[in-house]
């Protein structure tokens, strides 16, 4: 019987930070608010809430931005920071996995409440597309151009967990030896894959 395979170093590392939260708009932010223990938001129409303020113009340009939903903004924004932290550019091996609590609910009801007050003529075709839960995911891989496999976890609150467990399955799967999800080139991810 053969020697099973050497063992590989397949470490799969977090390389970059994006966030766009009431807490902060960058990691650092964040981390001092949590460590101080404050709490963003308060009463928001009748509920604790702590909504968002942001100007996507920071990382979307204008045409981009009239086709996207709340969402998709927080994604892109969130997104293109993580590039940034991790002194990376998207390109052909970098993949998109969105992890999304909800998903567009905005989107959703502005798309359904006419639809149920007046009849399926009522159906916006400019709003359906980003009822769908893979649109937020789907505008990120455009927007920055990442061009490797795109994929939206829904998992209620553990979203994030999730995205990060099937970022981290398609990293470990593709590796430099294994076929996988591939690139429109046919390579497999393996080494220098990333996703955000």
């Given at each position: 019987m053969p020697a099973p395979p050497e063992a590989r170093d397949e470490s799969v590392v977090v390389t970059g930070i994006g966030v766009v939260t009431a807490g902060g708009q960058d990691p650092d932010a964040l981390w001092e608010k949590y460590r101080a223990g404050v709490s963003p938001g308060g009463p928001y129409r009748g509920l604790r809430a702590a909504p968002v303020e942001f100007d996507p113009g920071r990382w979307i340009p204008p045409r981009e931005r009239r086709r996207m939903d709340r969402l998709g903004l927080l994604a892109v924004a969130a997104c293109h920071e993580a590039l940034v932290h991790a002194g990376l550019d998207a390109h052909d091996r970098v993949g998109v996995v969105l992890g999304t609590g909800l998903g567009p609910m905005r989107s959703t009801e502005e798309f359904?409440?006419?639809?149920?007050?007046?009849?399926?003529?009522?159906?916006?075709?400019?709003?359906?597309?980003?009822?769908?839960?893979?649109?937020?995911?789907?505008?990120?891989?455009?927007?920055?151009?990442?061009?490797?496999?795109?994929?939206?976890?829904?998992?209620?609150?553990?979203?994030?967990?999730?995205?990060?467990?099937?970022?981290?399955?398609?990293?470990?799967?593709?590796?430099?030896?294994?076929?996988?999800?591939?690139?429109?080139?046919?390579?497999?991810?393996?080494?220098?894959?990333?996703?955000?």
């Open positions: 359904y409440l006419p639809v149920l007050a007046s009849g399926s003529a009522a159906a916006s075709p400019a709003v359906f597309p980003n009822t769908v839960f893979n649109a937020a995911a789907g505008q990120v891989a455009m927007v920055l151009g990442a061009k490797g496999p795109t994929s939206t976890v829904t998992a209620g609150h553990a979203a994030g967990a999730s995205a990060l467990s099937v970022a981290y399955d398609l990293l470990r799967a593709c590796g430099p030896r294994r076929r996988g999800a591939l690139p429109g080139d046919g390579r497999p991810l393996g080494h220098g894959a990333r996703f955000l």
